[in-house]
């Protein structure tokens, strides 16, 4: 017995497997995406932590040397 709705069933299936396709391809430029601002974060985060270790140092030289004026 041949289903009558065969064809409408392939049609259906050939367009979710291209909807899908096309999601796939969505999903792995967004991972690309989201790789290189992880990237950039992390070289934000590196200059974050160097500026704030050399204010730090900065405060400690001053307070040690009696030159560290109050703030204005």
């Known amino acids: 017995m ?3 709705y065969e ?3 392939q049609v259906v299936i050939s ?4 909807t899908v396709e096309k999601l796939n391809e969505s999903m792995l ?4 995406s989201i790789e290189q601002v992880n ?6 985060a ?6 704030t270790s050399y204010m730090r140092n ?6 040690s040397q009696k030159t560290l ?4």
Not at 29 to 32: A, M, Q, S, T, V
Not at 39 to 44: D, E, G, I, K, V
Request: no cysteine; glycine share 2%.
């Open 46 to 51: 590196e200059i974050v932590e160097l500026w």
């Open 69 to 72: 004026h109050p703030p204005v």
């Open 7 to 9: 064809e409408e069933q």
């Open 39 to 44: 990237a950039y974060n992390a070289s934000t």
């Open 15 to 18: 367009r979710i497997l291209g």
């Open 2 to 4: 041949n289903n009558p």
């Open 29 to 32: 430029e967004l991972n690309r």
């Open 58 to 63: 900065v405060q400690w030289n001053l307070q």
